[in-house]
């Protein structure tokens, strides 16, 4: 099966969704002719096996609300809204018991973007209107780093592979920004993550988790990520 932009496939926990959202503030940006997205899965292996490809224009973003042309990504839980396939309970960042994502992929194409993996922390469950925004970078540009660069400093965060991870803070957004460059396979535990936000007093642990994503932000050119696997495992 091959998603274009804005089709939503959802047949579970997890589930995917290309988001080309710049078009929404850059009339120039015409959906299916300058900017063209897509995700083609299996769905007998899904959320294994995916491939997101993206053609953005040769240019980097120009709208100001526009940092990157969009976020293509496959989900477990809920994202920015209610899945109403999902069985997963939203749970208090306190109450949290395992919270990992394990991944193995590949990267080529001629054009810059990021692979994000992010969560939505919100005030209530599933209440998106009250948002904190997590984000890892496991692969960036190079103007997405020098903005989480940019941030108010919050500590560096050694994962359990000893891997380090410079995070920061621009408004309610909280970046972890990998220091070895890209990441292409391993496990990012985001218990462990938000337990280093509540420590230094970013988190309460009242907050609720509603979901973990991970995908593609396209900024210029081709784009292509190769998901062999990805997994969460969430208690």
Not at 88 to 102: H, P
Request: aromatic share 12%; proline share 3%.
């Amino acid at each position: 099966m091959v998603l274009s932009d804005n089709t939503l496939y959802a047949p579970g926990n997890y589930f995917a969704y290309a988001a080309p959202w710049c078009a929404t503030y850059d009339p120039a940006l015409i959906v299916g002719q300058t900017i063209t997205d897509t995700i083609s899965i299996m769905r007998s292996t899904f959320p294994n096996d995916v491939i997101i490809s993206a053609k953005a224009p040769d240019r980097y973003p120009t709208v100001t609300k526009c940092g990157v042309y969009g976020y293509n990504a496959i989900t477990f839980g809920h994202y920015l809204s209610v899945n109403n396939a999902a069985t997963m309970q939203s749970r208090q960042v306190k109450n949290i018991k395992t919270l990992t994502a394990t991944f193995d992929m590949t990267l080529s194409g001629d054009g810059e973007y990021n692979i994000l993996t992010e969560s939505f922390l919100t005030g209530a469950a599933k209440d998106f209107d009250t948002k904190l925004e997590v984000g890892f970078y496991s692969h960036s540009t190079t103007g997405s780093a020098s903005f989480a660069k940019s941030g108010t400093a919050i500590g560096t965060y050694v994962d359990a592979a000893g891997r380090n991870w410079t995070v920061t803070r621009v408004d309610q957004f909280v970046m972890f920004l990998y220091s070895g460059g890209t990441l292409l396979s391993g496990t990012l535990d985001l218990k462990s993550a938000f337990a280093f936000l509540v420590a230094r007093g970013v988190l309460t642990g009242n907050e609720w988790f509603n979901g973990v994503s991970v995908g593609m932000e396209p900024m210029r050119g081709n784009g292509l990520a190769t998901i062999h696997s990805w997994s969460v495992s969430y208690e």
